[in-house]
């Protein structure tokens, strides 16, 4: 005859609750390296298409053709306010800017007192 020998109380209870806490524990820590990732990667993305767009501008703004060169200032100036824009980026944005407005800039004031600036409001739907 066999003889059964039976597990100590404590061994049945940390078997009976060890597993589904220890489980649990796991898909909790996946859980939050899987959000981690996904945070991480979206700042990855949204700072591309950030670069990406300030690439595109700066090119139209330092386009001959008016229109273009208006275009691209107006897209820098709202990139420069956007969501997109990562506040370690903005100093790069700010060095376009200056750098796209810096040779008319220099023309006004090299031009003597004879110039008259007007400014254009571009949000008017005039």
């Known amino acids: ?3 059964v020998t039976t597990l100590p109380t404590w061994a049945v209870y940390a078997v009976s609750f060890g597993a589904p806490a220890l489980a649990f524990l796991g898909a909790l820590i996946g859980h939050l390296l899987g959000r981690k990732a996904s945070t991480e990667l979206d700042v990855w993305r949204r700072r591309e298409e950030t670069m990406r767009m300030l690439r595109w501008a700066s ?11 208006r275009m691209g200032l107006a897209v820098l100036d709202a990139l420069s306010d956007s969501e997109l824009l990562q506040d370690p980026d903005q100093s790069l944005v700010d060095a376009v800017l200056d750098s796209v407005l810096e040779e008319p800039i220099e023309e006004i004031e090299s031009s003597g007192s004879d110039v008259e600036v007007v400014e254009v409001d571009s949000d008017s739907g005039d």
């Open 1 to 3: 005859m066999r003889s």
């Open 59 to 69: 090119e139209q703004a330092t386009s001959e053709e008016d229109a273009k060169a």
